[in-house]
RNA sequence: GGCCCCAUCGUAUAGCGGCCUAGUACGCUGGCCUCUCACGCCGGUAACACGGGUUCGAAUCCCGUUGGGGUCACCA
């Protein structure tokens, strides 16, 4: 019984936990999320973090979507201790380079008589179904468990090689989820399963467990889709302890769905399942984070903007909500514009780069003066983006020549009657202002004399002509401050060109 | 269909028997600030799926119902 299979109690720094990918596509913001919880709970219990490849499916492997993967750890800081490119005693880390391992782990299997040789196809296995008046969706029917040696040549002689099964024993499965508690799946649940394919090849079914007992995975963290296979891994890992590859099953923890709209998992299909979808709109490695964190998860009642550092300090796996959590971008926007807003001023301009240089501003190797315009702009917008591909829109117009700015068709439509009387204006007040000491103070104090007082106008009504003629834009950063970095002379030159327009 | 999981405002969550006439955040919304837009600040909106228990007392424990999801491959 159990008792004789016992489950891991390791803590503290003798937890080991893994994240375990296979290569498939871009990489989705539900696997990140097992990454992080597992990378979260090897850092707050000082375990390892192992990290391999389940590249079993030669079918469906792409090299392209291995280095996907990497390249999201990366960027998202979850560094691993054991596995691909760093190395480890367990290696090698991706399985299309471990089959010696399984080929030896098979032999001892098939030693111990937990795994069997299995003749019957997928067609014998219905046909027998239906004729025995059973739905053919109750799958196989253990039919092979007892074959005869006889038999067994007999089928040989046909030309027919055995997948191999897992005999699964006659009793309830239950074990002790780490974020839903005790689960029994009752004795018949499911029949012996395949384990490797007659041709020799493993399947997921086998090298997941063997892979986690050989690597002595002491917590398995992973998607809720594949609790109900866990039972099937417990059996194996009670041939596993049998055959003497470990001695431990390790404890589980099922992490909720991330979901999508209405109420489906986030597929693949969908744009926001896509890592990278969000890194180039601008999401920031700290903000993504945070979010995803969020989602089955959270540091205290009354906070939900958090560092890593701080979440690393109190996350524990038991603490992960079961529920299924729906994606919300508006939400992740939100927390990510907190991330944006909290990071220091050099830090926050140098992020912008790359979205500026996607977005033409800056060329793929800024002058001088653009660094130094950028910088003087950067503090304008820091509170102005959620997502950081908003750059380019809000600080074009800095970048822009004066004779090149084009006015937006809703900056124009709003404009009042006399737009040209308050440009013409302002021209004359901001000549005044002494070249050195154009700066947004003087700057307003000028414009408020000759508008405001001057032409008694409201504020609203004298700015908005000037931050079109500036910007073109309807919306703009704050505008002295735009005239200060545009400099007296580019200043002077736009306003002039609009009304000439 | 069998088996399994899940169930607090629209969304994410706090809550682990009394502190709850249910807190926080996003969203939506009223206002203040204000050169636009933001930021910031003040306020509003809105939830314990249903029915039985257990208990002096239940959002919290138990059972059932309903609803949702997953899984039943020689995919992972």
Request: hydrophobic residues 40%.
């Amino acid at each position: 019984m159990t008792t004789n299979y016992p489950y891991s109690t390791a803590e503290g720094s003798d937890v080991r936990v893994r994240f375990c990918p296979s290569p498939t596509g871009t990489p989705h913001v539900g696997l990140v999320r097992t990454a992080l919880f597992n990378w979260a709970y090897a850092r707050h219990t000082g375990g390892k973090f192992i990290f391999r490849i389940e590249d079993t499916d030669a079918a469906r492997d792409s090299e392209e979507s291995y280095e996907q993967i990497i390249d999201a750890l990366s960027w998202l800081n979850l560094d691993w201790d054991e596995g691909i490119n760093v190395g480890g005693p367990h290696g090698p880390y991706r399985q299309s380079q471990r089959s010696d391992i399984y080929a030896e782990v098979i032999e001892k299997l098939k030693a111990t008589g937990r795994v069997y040789e299995s003749y019957s196809t997928p067609e014998e296995i219905e046909a027998r179904n239906l004729a025995a008046g059973k739905d053919p969706k109750v799958g196989y029917d253990n039919f092979d468990r007892d074959l005869t040696e006889e038999q067994k040549a007999a089928f040989r002689a046909e030309g027919r090689l055995p997948a191999l099964r897992v005999r699964v024993p006659d009793e309830d499965i239950t074990f002790d989820d780490l974020v839903r508690g005790e689960i029994t799946f009752p004795a018949g649940s499911f029949p012996d399963f395949v384990v490797v394919r007659p041709n020799g090849d493993p399947l997921y079914t086998l090298v997941n467990p063997v892979d986690d007992a050989i690597m002595q995975v002491t917590h398995v963290l992973r998607g809720e889709d594949l609790l109900s296979s866990t039972p099937r891994q417990i059996a194996l890992y009670h041939a596993l302890i049998d055959a003497g590859f470990t001695t431990h099953i390790p404890r589980f923890g099922h992490l909720p769905y991330v979901m999508g709209e209405g109420n489906k998992k986030l597929s693949k299909r969908d744009p926001e399942a896509n890592l990278f979808h969000h890194r180039d709109r601008g999401f920031i490695p700290e903000g993504l984070i945070n979010y995803l964190a969020l989602l089955g998860w959270s540091l205290t009642h009354d906070r939900d903007v958090f560092t890593i550092h701080e979440m690393v300090k109190a996350f524990d796996v038991v603490n992960v909500n079961p529920n299924p959590a729906r994606f919300d971008q508006k939400k992740a926007d939100a927390i990510n514009a907190d991330h944006i807003r909290l990071l220091e001023l050099e830090d926050f301009t140098a992020r912008m780069i790359p979205y500026l240089q996607a977005g033409n501003v800056l060329s793929n190797d800024p002058t001088d003066e653009q660094l130094d315009i950028l910088a003087a702009a950067a503090p304008l917008v820091q509170t102005r983006m959620n997502v950081l591909s908003e750059a380019p829109e809000l600080l074009e117009f800095l970048f822009t020549p004066a004779e090149q700015i084009t006015y937006a068709e809703d900056a124009l439509k709003g404009l009042p009657e006399n737009a040209g009387e308050v440009i013409a204006a302002s021209v004359g007040a901001l000549e005044l202002i002494p070249q050195a000491e154009f700066t947004h103070d003087a700057i307003q104090a000028a414009l408020n004399e000759a508008l405001i007082e001057g032409l008694e106008l409201k504020p609203r009504i004298a700015f908005g002509p000037l931050r079109t003629a500036i910007s073109g834009r309807r919306i703009s950063p704050p505008l002295f401050e735009s005239m200060e970095i545009l400099g007296k002379a580019d200043t002077i030159k736009r306003l002039v060109r609009f009304n000439e327009r």
